[in-house]
């Protein structure tokens, strides 16, 4: 049970608000576990009751390590008048952990040993989440919690984020990291969870994912609404946008779907591939449930 993290039956409300819905999911260490969602999905909720931020209003989380989890949610909480040494001994004399050896490596570790008495409210972006990364490996945490690390960052921040996140696992550590960009954690994630309007609506490991067919069908037909109709009836997963009907189908079965709106005498304007964003697929009911 070392290193996991179980999420058994969680629900949260705020008011009238259910950020999350009866959401369970083991992750098993070590392990990057990518939370894909759109914006408002829950995803934030989600980590600060893994972090103990916040409490579930029914279920239970367990987390399987003596340390406390280290957490970056949201933007890091910098002294912006002070430097990002200053900044790391501030958390360390206040969690009594740590000195100033600890500080120096941590801020190695993280790329910023070269900003000197540089104040933090003077730091670009990437330099913040850096230092927003150093404060949460203070403590040495097994569990690390990241929220939209690489939102907003230039390319080579996030190739940094990128290494970093491979960095640590390799050192035994659990990365739950959220995004709503599937293509970014695609390349670092073992695991992955969708989140939906406070649902994990699918869960998938790196393999599963490859084998993911996320190609959707754009069928351009005389009589729209008709060819909807027959596809509906059929059972195809199907949707309109304006005059053209997108087929969220793997292709074998795109193309019986073809075949069925031709034989009930409709012409067939275009039928073609697009390729969407993984993230968008599943969200979108693609996959199969």
């Given at each position: 049970?070392?290193?996991?993290?179980?999420?058994?039956?969680?629900?949260?409300?705020?008011?009238?608000?259910?950020?999350?819905?009866?959401?369970?999911?083991?992750?098993?260490?070590?392990?990057?576990?990518?939370?894909?969602?759109?914006?408002?999905?829950?995803?934030?909720?989600?980590?600060?009751?893994?972090?103990?931020?916040?409490?579930?209003?029914?279920?239970k989380?367990?987390?399987?390590?003596?340390?406390?989890?280290?957490v970056?949610?949201?933007t890091?909480?910098?002294?912006?008048?002070l430097?990002?040494?200053?900044?790391?001994?501030?958390?360390?004399r206040?969690?009594g952990?740590?000195?100033?050896?600890?500080?120096?490596?941590l801020?190695?570790?993280v790329?910023?040993?070269?900003?000197?008495?540089?104040?933090?409210?003077?730091?670009?972006?990437?330099?913040?989440?850096?230092?927003?990364?150093?404060?949460?490996?203070?403590?040495?945490?097994?569990?690390?919690?990241?929220?939209?690390?690489?939102?907003?960052?230039?390319?080579?921040?996030i190739?940094?984020?990128?290494?970093?996140?491979?960095?640590?696992?390799?050192?035994?550590k659990t990365?739950?990291v959220?995004?709503?960009?599937?293509?970014?954690?695609?390349?670092?994630?073992?695991?992955?969870?969708?989140?939906?309007?406070?649902?994990l609506?699918?869960?998938?490991?790196?393999t599963?994912?490859?084998?993911?067919?996320?190609?959707?069908?754009?069928?351009?037909?005389?009589?729209?609404?008709?060819?909807?109709?027959?596809?509906?009836?059929?059972?195809?997963k199907?949707?309109?946008?304006?005059?053209?009907?997108?087929?969220?189908?793997k292709?074998?079965?795109?193309?019986?779907?073809?075949?069925?709106v031709?034989?009930?005498?409709?012409?067939?304007?275009?039928f073609?591939?697009?390729?969407?964003?993984?993230?968008?697929?599943?969200?979108a009911?693609?996959?199969?449930?």
């Amino acid at each position: 049970m070392e290193n996991t993290v179980i999420i058994d039956r969680v629900t949260k409300q705020y008011k009238k608000c259910t950020a999350i819905n009866d959401v369970s999911a083991t992750i098993r260490g070590p392990v990057i576990y990518g939370l894909i969602g759109k914006n408002g999905a829950g995803k934030t909720t989600l980590l600060k009751m893994i972090g103990g931020i916040a409490s579930p209003t029914l279920g239970k989380i367990s987390v399987g390590t003596k340390k406390p989890a280290g957490v970056l949610i949201e933007t890091p909480g910098l002294f912006t008048h002070l430097d990002a040494r200053d900044n790391l001994l501030i958390k360390m004399r206040m969690t009594g952990i740590g000195g100033e050896a600890e500080a120096d490596r941590l801020l190695e570790k993280v790329g910023l040993s070269g900003v000197g008495k540089k104040k933090a409210g003077a730091f670009s972006l990437g330099m913040k989440q850096r230092l927003g990364i150093a404060l949460a490996l203070v403590g040495d945490p097994d569990l690390i919690l990241l929220d939209e690390p690489v939102n907003g960052l230039d390319p080579e921040g996030i190739v940094f984020i990128r290494d970093f996140l491979k960095e640590l696992r390799s050192e035994g550590k659990t990365i739950i990291v959220s995004s709503h960009l599937l293509g970014e954690l695609s390349k670092v994630s073992d695991r992955y969870g969708f989140l939906e309007n406070g649902r994990l609506i699918k869960e998938l490991n790196a393999t599963e994912l490859n084998h993911e067919d996320s190609s959707v069908f754009s069928l351009s037909v005389d009589m729209t609404a008709t060819a909807a109709d027959i596809l509906i009836k059929e059972g195809y997963k199907v949707s309109v946008e304006g005059n053209l009907i997108l087929i969220r189908e793997k292709e074998e079965r795109a193309s019986r779907a073809l075949a069925a709106v031709l034989s009930g005498g409709i012409v067939v304007k275009e039928f073609k591939k697009y390729e969407v964003a993984l993230e968008e697929f599943f969200l979108a009911g693609g996959a199969e449930q």
